[in-house]
């Protein structure tokens, strides 16, 4: 799986305290459409982007409707859980969960399997 970024502008075009942060982590999932997450921050996750199919383009989710109950760049784990506040330029609810190659976003009533990569 060819590892891409999704969103090269996002330093130029974030606010002063982004400059000190740098990609953590992506998740993309297998086969087509693509669904795609990225984890930004240093030392610890300040902000996630989103290329989702159905959104119309890229995106960032929202301080305080998502819930990060484990992120390991080390292990390569995570459980997300995003609630979507209501807001149709936003993704609908969903869970990533799992470590390495073996990751679950559940989304729209499917289970898509996926990769979270670190330290890329």
Same mark, same amino acid.
């Given at each position: *799986? ?5 969103? /090269? ?6 606010? /002063? ?5 740098? *990609? *953590?982590?992506?998740?993309? #999932?297998? !086969?087509? %459409?693509? $669904?795609?997450? +990225?984890?930004?921050? $240093? ?9 989702? /199919?159905?959104?119309?383009?890229? !995106?960032?989710?929202? !301080? !305080?409707? $998502? ?5 390991? +760049? ?7 859980? $995003? ?7 936003? %993704? %609908? ?5 799992? #470590?390495?190659?073996?990751?679950? =976003? ?5 289970? =898509? ?6 330290? =890329?």
């Amino acid at each position: *799986m060819q590892i891409r970024r999704m969103f /090269p502008f996002v330093l130029v075009a974030a606010t /002063p305290s982004a400059f000190a942060s740098h *990609m *953590m982590c992506t998740f993309h #999932s297998a !086969g087509d %459409p693509e $669904y795609a997450l +990225e984890f930004l921050g $240093y030392e610890r996750v300040q902000q996630i982007l989103f290329d989702l /199919p159905g959104q119309g383009g890229a !995106g960032s989710l929202r !301080g !305080g409707a $998502y819930e990060l109950l484990q992120f390991d +760049e080390q292990t390569r784990s995570i459980h997300l859980l $995003y609630t979507t506040p209501g807001d149709s330029t936003l %993704p %609908p609810s969903f869970t990533l969960k799992g #470590s390495g190659k073996d990751v679950r =976003l559940s989304i729209g009533g499917k289970a =898509l399997a996926g990769e979270f990569n670190c330290g =890329l």
